[in-house]
T-cell receptor, first 110, second 115 residues
Framework: GQNIDQPTEMTATEGAIVQINCTYQTSGFNGLFWYQQHAGEAPTFLSYNVLDGLEEKGRFSSFLSRSKGYSYLLLKELQMKDSASYLCAVSSEGNYQLIWGAGTKLIIKP | GAVVSQHPSWVICKSGTSVKIECRSL??????MFWYRQFPKQSLMLMATSNEGSKATYEQGVEKDKFLINHASLTLSTLTVTSAHPEDSSFYIC???????????FGQGTRLTVV
């Protein structure tokens, strides 16, 4: 079957760094996405990885290892507004239909 | 990035009535649109895939006669919840992709409450 695993909840301190892991098992692979979702809002796109390695975009970075079926989202210099759910999603087919993880709720403490 | 507009943002309707939700791609042609439903504290669940000019493909367990999807143009897809019941109360989100895009663009979502 197809499966995406990520931690349910994480807590971090303002100004610190946090890494949110995602492991996946899918029938195919056409890229991995990270989305941020604040409560009551639609997800917003953070990153897309299709090749192995690290993609850096400001305070956020995303890493992918296709051989290990593993990705992580790294958030630096955490701000209170980063408190949200972070969703890992894999595109397993060419039409970009996404398979979603359950999301990781990130709680930022002062 | 591309803009997807979803309307309405929220709606309250009586049990037994129908509600239509619109999803528009404002600055690109969306060959494929996806409709998701999200219950509180749960992840997004794909309901159906809508391809312009053809019938939607529904996920297992989603009633196609209850959730009518129309994708008549490259910029508009609609989801109609027919004979809504309280258990249909949820957050409905559409996303769209054009040709060659590497990300899905999401609408703002519609919070449906059936009373």
């Amino acid at each position: 079957g197809q499966n995406i695993d990520q931690p349910t909840e994480m807590t971090a301190t303002e100004g610190a760094i946090v890494q949110i892991n995602c492991t996946y098992q899918t029938s195919g692979f056409n890229g991995l996405f990270w989305y941020q979702q604040h409560a009551g809002e639609a997800p917003t796109f953070l990153s897309y990885n299709v090749l192995d390695g690290l993609e850096e975009k400001g305070r956020f970075s995303s890493f992918l290892s296709r051989s290990k079926g593993y990705s992580y989202l790294l958030l630096k210099e955490l701000q209170m507004k980063d408190s949200a759910s972070y969703l890992c999603a894999v595109s397993s087919e060419g039409n970009y239909q996404l398979i979603w993880g359950a999301g990781t709720k990130l709680i930022i403490k002062p | 990035g591309a803009v997807v507009s979803q309307h309405p943002s929220w709606v309250i309707c009586k049990s037994g009535t129908s509600v239509k939700i619109e999803c528009r791609s404002l600055d690109f042609q969306a060959t494929t649109m996806f409709w998701y439903r999200q219950f509180p504290k749960q992840s997004l669940m794909l309901m159906a895939t809508s391809n312009e000019g053809s019938k939607a493909t529904y996920e297992q367990g989603v009633e196609k006669d209850k959730f009518l999807i129309n994708h008549a143009s490259l910029t508009l897809s609609t989801l109609t919840v027919t004979s809504a019941h309280p258990e249909d109360s949820s957050f409905y989100i559409c996303s769209a992709e054009g040709t060659g895009n590497t990300e899905a663009f999401f609408g703002q979502g519609t919070r449906l409450t059936v009373v």
